[in-house]
């Protein structure tokens, strides 16, 4: 925004990039992009091949080439880490540590080293020494999850997949995304910590672990009705198809529809039939389906596009399905800035996801990605000036302080600290399920949080679940003029302001940045949004599943089977969130040297992109119809990464062509050689940790095999049909052992009680009591941190348990209150509205 003075996010932070494939240099990605100063260091077969993700994850950083086996490369990198706050990587427990660049050996030379571990398994788990391919996570924690057990109940019905009970592969790398995203977040949280110790700490995110977030509200459940189809919804279906063959997903509360039926000039009909007012008594299921069905024949009297005007028009959560190449050649999306467009050395002009998140004075806009080793000249001069600098401070005084972060000029004497953000307050003015996430990950981190409801609870109110532990809670009309005024006198005392309204409904309840800031100059104002605050859609209305049709995300998952398709969970209403939470976190990073505020965000539309970012950057290269996602079906992505159906149930395969030879030998289809060997994956130290899709990271070999071999990319073609008939024969564990002994990535099928159990023993799934009195699971969070951990806050039972001890802290007596609550402003503790808990 212009105007706007002060630090510019993690400005003058340094950090150095060990990571490859997706997790690692994704997550440092997020440290560029919020400012910080990125080295990233290639070895050199990936240097020779980067692959073309390399133009995403590697954009908005400086290179260097090193032989980490060499002694005078690994002396060059010990160099950079002696001079850096953070590092980041990404490989299997123990690689690091053989290296000499372990968390022991590099904090022993720098104190204030943040050093980020993203393996796939922790080094204490028992599926440490597996190759942790994305698709091998993921079938570890049950992230593919069978058509009955997807919460789209337009998708589960009309798609149409061969076996429905089967697991059904997914492209999105969730574990990969939620992996970079925890790891960014409590790298910041442990330098905001570190700003009052003086001391860095180790960041350890599994991403097996980190996939505990993806489940966001839906862990509990078993039962995969969508559990918004309350008494106040009009329709059950959430996505219809238009006249022109396209289609639109709708949220399907009556006060959305009614618009749609008065653009269209049915209202005043439908009121005639009873089919308007759904709280009527005469409301019966009869007439739901006849609206339904009435509805249905609407929607297909006209284009999807007229639709979508028409809810442009009315501020209406609609949206048209888009496909993924729609989405980033919209105006919408560019305006936003959830794509931009890099001239990209290598392939030219590229559009590709822009910053995930937003920060109101933004570090330089993204760039395009440096070439491998491109920066080794000034990087080394850099070194070698440090040098300098540390044998001028030993000769005396005068020293220059070069290699300490500016954040320590002037910086308190340190002091123990027991949570990063104890101290902070912040005010949860936030809905329905991305904003409460974010305001729950910053209470995860030690933030006093106050949740504000309505007296009047909507039936998104009745998502509980993980959303509010750690928090307090009152119930509040702060559209009243008293209830504005105790809202008023809670932001002049929070750190953090968290709503996802509107930008229109915020400044109608007194809420937005320009009267807030006033009010309090310091203020963080986090504004999660649908479509993000620029652009043509901005002032729209919109809901997960709306953002991810106008995105193309439910289009690539389902419409190759038939319909679209959302994701097994409200994955972008989790991942928005915590982007939301980054964005906070690095601005209140930024606040400890300066003092001031700003507006950060994150919008859904972002968020969904973000989930797609390995799939758009390789299409934007690829020949039209190309890249990884191509001819993936519903058992995986190629011959060597899907699913086969053994004996006695499913496994998951993850390998690469240069595995092809070691594959056959080990299931037996030739006869050459006996199975066996512990090489990692193309005979390198890297672990798999995070391959892309269909193994598009892996180099390719030396010679391209013959037979049905050249047929691997295909998940339906002749390999995978030797491979499926192989596999058939015998149980899912003896192949899965035999594979795994042979250094190949493989996992049997979890369902998801089982995946509970096992992050229920890893630390990161908690129990608590239900609804219906049952002991229900909710994702957790672990304790990644190795000196001021996260921590799983207490529920605080009914949202408005904690009003009096609110309203005492603003100094209000029992009287003012009771007062309140005759007026209609307070609910107190004692008369809290009856709630459906929906989770």
């Known amino acids: 925004m212009p105007g706007l003075t002060g630090t510019a996010g993690l400005e003058g932070i340094r950090v150095v990039d060990f ?8 997550a440092a990605l997020l440290l560029a992009e919020a400012g910080a100063d990125v080295v990233h260091v290639d070895s050199p077969r990936t240097a020779a091949e980067p692959g073309p993700l390399d133009a995403y994850v590697n954009r908005s950083k400086r290179r260097l080439t090193l032989d980490l086996k060499r002694p005078s490369d690994r002396a060059v990198a010990l160099d950079l880490v002696a001079r850096a706050d953070v590092l980041v990587e990404n490989f299997r427990p123990g690689v690091m540590d053989r290296l000499g660049l372990g968390p022991g050996a590099t904090r022993a030379s720098n104190e204030r ?17 597996l190759t942790a ?15 009955s057990e997807h919460w789209d109940p337009s998708g589960r019905r009309r798609v149409r997949v061969q076996d429905p009970a089967a697991p059904l592969f997914s492209p999105i790398t969730t574990a990969s995304n939620f992996g970079a995203l925890m790891g960014a977040v409590s790298v910041v949280m442990a330098l905001i910590a570190r700003e009052r110790s003086g001391r860095g700490q180790l960041v350890a995110v599994p991403l097996a672990e980190a996939f505990a977030e993806a489940y966001s509200t839906m862990l509990g459940m078993r039962v995969y009705e969508n559990p918004l189809m309350g ?41 005639r039939q009873g089919l308007i007012d759904v709280t009527t ?11 339904m069905a009435m509805f249905a024949d609407l929607v297909r009297s006209r284009p999807a596009a007229w639709w979508d005007e028409v809810a442009t028009r009315a501020e209406m959560p609609v949206s048209m399905v888009r496909t993924p190449a729609q989405w980033v050649a919209s105006e919408h ?174 400044a109608r309840y007194g809420i937005d940045h320009a009267r807030t800031s006033v009010l309090n100059p310091g203020l963080v104002h986090c504004s999660i949004t649908a479509y993000g605050h620029h652009g043509p859609w901005a002032h729209r209305r919109g809901y997960e599943n709306q953002c ?106 993850a390998a690469g ?69 192989r596999f058939a024969g015998e149980p899912a564990a003896h192949w899965v052992g035999r594979l795994v002994d042979a250094g190949i990535g493989a996992h049997h099928h979890v369902p998801i009680d089982d995946a509970v159990g096992y992050l229920h023993g890893r630390g990161v799934v908690y129990f608590e009591r239900g609804p219906n009195g049952a002991d229900v699971p909710r994702p957790g969070i672990g304790q990644w941190l190795s000196e001021t951990p996260p921590v799983v806050g207490a529920s605080p039972g009914p949202v408005g348990s904690q009003a009096v001890e609110i309203l005492a802290g603003l100094g209000l007596s029992p009287a003012e209150m009771e007062r309140l609550a005759a007026d209609g402003v307070l609910c107190p503790p004692d008369r809290l509205p009856e709630l459906k808990r929906l989770t």
């Open 19 to 26: 990571g490859h494939q997706i997790a690692g240099p994704v």
């Open 113 to 129: 080293l943040v050093y980020c571990s993203l393996p796939g398994f922790a080094g204490d788990d028992e599926k440490a020494t």
């Open 133 to 147: 391919w994305e698709g091998v996570i993921q079938t570890a924690v049950a992230g593919y999850r069978p058509l």
């Open 231 to 271: 008494d106040g919804h009009l329709l059950r279906d959430l996505t219809y198809e238009c006249a022109d063959g396209g289609m639109i997903d709708l949220s399907p509360y009556a006060k959305f529809v009614i618009p749609l039926l008065v653009a269209a000039g049915v209202a005043p009909e439908w009121e």
């Open 281 to 291: 008594r005469g409301f019966s299921r009869e007439h739901r389906d006849r609206a």
């Open 333 to 506: 999306a560019r305006l936003s800035g959830a794509v931009v467009t890099l001239d990209d050395p290598l392939a030219g002009p590229i559009v590709m996801p822009g910053r995930g998140f937003d920060l109101g004075r933004a570090p330089a806009a993204p760039r395009p990605r440096h070439l491998p080793d491109q920066d080794r000249d000034a990087v080394l001069a850099e070194l070698r000036e440090w040098h300098w600098a540390g044998k001028r401070a030993a000769r005396g005084p005068a020293a220059s302080g070069a290699g300490m972060s500016p954040a320590r000029a002037g910086a308190p004497r340190p002091r123990p600290v027991d949570l990063p953000l104890e101290g902070h307050s912040v005010l949860d003015l936030s809905q329905a399920v991305a904003g409460p996430t974010a305001a729950r990950v910053l209470a995860d981190f030690g933030a006093d949080v106050i949740k504000i409801g309505n007296p009047t609870p909507a039936v998104t109110d009745g998502i509980v679940g993980q959303l509010h532990r750690g928090k307090r809670t009152i119930l509040l009309d702060a559209r009243s003029g008293p209830g504005g005024r105790l809202v008023t006198d809670l932001i002049r005392d929070a750190d953090v302001l968290v709503t996802n309204f509107t930008l229109k409904s915020q």
């Open 548 to 653: 991810n049709a106008a995105t193309g995300m439910s289009w690539r998952y389902g419409a190759r089977f038939g319909w679209t398709l959302y994701q097994p969970t409200p994955v972008n209403d989790a991942d928005t969130g915590i982007l939301g939470a980054y964005a906070a976190a690095v601005a209140l990073f930024a606040r400890l040297r300066d003092g001031a505020g700003q507006q950060v965000g994150a919008s859904l539309v972002q968020g969904s992109t973000f989930h797609q970012a390995v799939h758009l950057v390789a299409e934007a290269q690829a020949a039209s119809g190309g890249g990884p996602d191509a001819l993936r079906n519903e058992y995986g992505a190629t011959a060597l990464t899907r699913f086969y159906q053994a004996k006695d149930g499913w496994f998951f395969l």
């Open 657 to 725: 062509k240069r595995d092809v030879d070691g594959l056959l030998r080990a299931v037996g289809l030739d006869a050459t050689a006996e199975p066996g060997g512990t090489a990692e994956p193309g005979g390198t130290a890297e672990p798999g940790g995070t391959a892309e899709p269909g193994g598009t990271a892996e180099p390719g070999g030396t010679a391209e095999p013959g037979g049905d071999v050249e047929t691997w990319r295909d998940p339906g073609g002749a390999l995978a049909a030797r491979l499926a008939a």
